[in-house]
């Protein structure tokens, strides 16, 4: 049996259209999809990222990673934001120096304190990596961790860089940013894995990054939980937990995430190990890339004989490793967000 | 102007039905949700964690936590699975004692291995938590990561607990398991935060918990990384690098989380902190539970006298905090997955 029915063309139209025009599948389809690297020139640098983020999620492909598997693990100074002329927090370091210098008229006569309040950077940090954590704990530390986490975010807000004038977390570099959203975007869980404190890192980089706090590994002071007026607290001891940097990272990786990951970016010979704990494990594909500074006029220029951020051994062995190496002046459209 | 079709009857309903009958929106209003905690029995304990979770997740309600900081901690042995008669990490060091022995004839006539291989636990355990972390260190360094995971694995693939004749990761609560699922698909991020070894439970929680192991937090031995035959590893060194019991869970929450959690549950005194740094912030509604064992049918009871998950001065303190105190006995449906 069979029932013709009349009905108006207009509202015939308009069913077909719900049921087939607003098809959002069919309407992909057509359109090209947007750059996710916007501020990466093309070339090998941009076609090499993109070719292991679509083979490695390609389901049922030979080179198919499993979402759970999918660790990106990223150094901070150098490789997401800038460290010239120092390393930020160090400027953030003698900057509390300053601030709490009235307090320790002891410093005036002591290494590396006398040095930092008389601006001589370069004796301050003679000591090298020891002196630099002097520095750090003593200025990090006998505090709750929710008043230290102020200090930071009352820093980020009120200093800016010698150089490019800039607040520091307004000097993370863009393209780095948009990798960082195009992993995520593909499964892939992004961490930092920084030999920076992590008490530093924490109060900002979620916003600048989207990496939430849990997803920093860094260098950590000891803390002590105890009862202050009352109420329990965490009070920063001036005394080093861990130091996350060079061999200290494969460590961290492993004390703290616990998987080893597949995806490894670094700028310095602190991430030798990092890199090479990444792309020496077996069963799937793994990704090395090194952020070399080339750039001197958007921004630094430097590698083999920097004091900060020295680039030796990554350099000689990035082709034996398949490591890939970003030049800044190259590849990279812009360095800094908010720039044309 | 207007065009009249004829389109035949059938043709209608199918469009119809497309644009209307199909809309899942439109069905799920007219189907009750299903019970996102199928093995708690009605009661004060299911409705508690119910509103907490609606109204911290009521957009514009003046409970309302964002995504970000929707931060759940929970302790293991005791809240997720069983841990009687001994905590199951130590029914698997003392398996690798055992195992071990043939390679270590000194064990014989030393503490606390010596009373170990005679199965005599409780001399063996007088030394207290150095003890058992003395049993733990030894059994579970001079290999490297790699190889202590494989260990891990083949041990819940072959040991059985002796009473229930259970896998061990077979004695994980089932009512928990569906705690931890309802708060995920509320956004929360859901943590562990255990005395026991994180590198013996990275290996499972995954499966077990659907916790990935970069947000599992535990007590760790160090870790060395070297080169063995040319390949780079992590080499597990008896020496303890963190406990994360009592003072130690807010101390680890902080340097493995960095946010303050909004809902904590564990089982003992080993807890009491960590549910106190919990309730004690501002801010936030903040969730404290404490899984109290009141069944010695379908799994133990003990609280104040136990050896083990002693719990006394939550239990006495838990109404001043607004803890809830979960009756397994009276709130749970079921112990253990597959149980009818």
Known sequence: MKYDIKIPAPVLVVLSLLVFGFNPVRQNKITAPPDPLPSWNGG????????????????????????????????????????????????????????????????????????????DIKT????????????????????????????????????????????????????????????????????????????????????????????????????????????????KLPEINFIDDKEGKPVGIHQYIGKRPVFTAGNSDGDYAMLQWTSTAGGYPRFGMIVHHTDAEREWAYDRQSHIGKLEKGLDDAAKHNWLVVDMKKDWKKIYPNEK
């Not at 198919?64 to 490789?79: K, Q, S």
């Not at 003698?94 to 410093?107: G, L, R, Y």
């Open 124 to 235: 301050a940090l003679a000591g090298g990596e020891k002196a630099l954590m002097q520095i750090v704990m003593t200025t990090h530390a006998g505090m709750t961790t929710e008043a230290f986490e102020k200090t930071v975010k009352d820093w980020l807000t009120n200093a800016t860089h010698p150089k490019t004038k800039k607040r520091y977390n307004e000097m993370i570099y863009q393209p780095m940013v948009e990798l960082l959203k195009y992993l995520r975007s593909n499964g892939y869980k992004t961490f930092i894995v920084s030999g920076g404190g992590v008490d530093f890192m924490r109060p900002w980089v979620e916003q600048a990054y989207g990496i939430p706090p849990d997803q920093v590994v860094g260098s950590s002071g000891k803390v002590k939980y105890e009862s202050l007026n009352g109420k329990p607290v965490l009070i």
């Open 44 to 119: 090998i640098s941009k076609t090499t990222i993109i070719d292991f983020v679509t083979k490695t999620t390609k389901k049922d492909g030979k080179d198919f990673i499993p979402v759970a598997d999918r660790i990106a693990c990223f150094d901070n100074d150098g490789t997401l934001w800038s460290e010239q002329p120092m390393y930020f927090q160090l400027a953030f370091a003698i900057d509390q120096v300053k601030a709490m210098a009235p307090q320790h008229p002891e410093w005036k006569t002591t290494q590396p304190f006398q040095a930092l309040l008389e601006g």
